[in-house]
Nanobody, 120 residues
């Protein structure tokens, strides 16, 4: 069982940057970020391997977001730059085995989410 707690969400202006954090209660898992906007399906944002050597990004990121992790702290981060009006959503942290793909079914553990709001 892995518990995940996200933090760092908030209200920012378009063009600003924001950093999300996810604290995991255990180590040894690949981790990912997904997001879900009202009325839309959950969308893959990024994933990173257990040791941080491999990363995968969703198409919507456009090179603006970077996923990273601190293995010693069991933390994963999502640095979001040049936030756009289409980025607002609840951002979820997820953990799985070795999978770093885009399917939500590949991750067995989920956090409660953190809200990101972007004002234009």
């Amino acid at each position: 069982q892995v518990q995940l707690v996200e933090s760092g969400g908030g209200l920012v202006q378009a063009g600003d940057s924001l950093r999300l954090s996810c604290a995991a209660s255990a180590s040894g898992y690949a981790m990912a970020w997904f997001r879900q906007a009202p009325g839309k399906e959950r969308e893959f944002v990024a994933a990173i391997s257990w040791r941080g050597g491999s990363a995968n990004y969703g198409d919507s990121v456009d090179g603006r977001f970077t996923i990273s992790r601190d293995v010693s702290k069991n933390q994963v981060y999502l640095n979001m730059n040049i936030l756009k009006p289409e980025d607002p959503a609840v951002y979820y942290c997820a953990a799985g085995g070795a999978y770093i793909g885009s399917a939500s079914s590949g991750y067995g553990y989920w956090g409660q989410g953190t809200q990101v709001t972007v004002s234009s």
